[in-house]
């Protein structure tokens, strides 16, 4: 198993249960418990984990966000269906906005080789993906370089989107929650999205089930300003209601939907 592989394992179980065992993590992923005190050593000077005698525990506020490295191997295949099924979406001639991230990363490479499209991207990935692509118009915003993200922010940034407007938005999200709508980890981050909502005639969330009920540190939209929900799983009863009340149109895969479709044929 490769580091990030062990890294993100690591994390998704501090994540679920609280707390990592150092023996029991060896154990699990077959390597040594040097291996795994290494592991942890680097998650802790990222700031991701606190060690503790034997173990660790979970570091992470709600502004801390993991780096795109290790958001890269998270949720790999569905960031991956997300992106297929976000592209049935558009259509030749659209002109979109594409949100930074690793889901919307997923959509672009599911963009290439499509047609007449303009597509405008605070993302550097997502640009440097697409700017062969002969028959695809791609406008960078400008701003300021996050840094290990590649994504753009800053005065800039926000300007370019409020003298644009754009048929579609793919927006990503830190953490989407039935109380406090879409919100982002970083703040920088989030004032672009914020723009982005605003120059965009309908607006799609790309998040797999992971984000569910979540709250990041800085706000981006209430659940309102959003028109359609790209996922891979049932969002969970309450953030379900609260996005119905919002008229919100929810987009599944194909097996998932029918499979509700018929649990509730059978209960109805």
Known sequence: ????????????EIETHGSVSVVDLADRLQVSVMTIRRDLAELERAGLVRRVHGGAVNARGRSFEPPLLLRSSEKRESKALIGRMAAELVADGDSLALDIGTTTYELARNLVGRHNLTIITPSLHIANLLLNEPDITVIVTGGIVRRGEA???GDLAVRAFKGLFVDRLFLGAGGVDSHAGVTEYNWDDALVKRA?????????????????????????APLSAIHRLVTDKPPPPSLLEALRASQVIIHLPEEVDKKINAEEKETG
Request: proline share 0%; charged share 20%.
């Open 1 to 12: 198993m490769l580091a990030t592989d062990r890294t993100a394992f690591i994390l998704k």
């Open 151 to 153: 994504s753009l922010i």
């Open 196 to 220: 982005m909502t605003q120059s965009a005639k309908e607006t799609i969330l790309l998040a797999d089930a992971s984000k569910f009920e979540r709250v990041a540190f800085a706000s981006v």
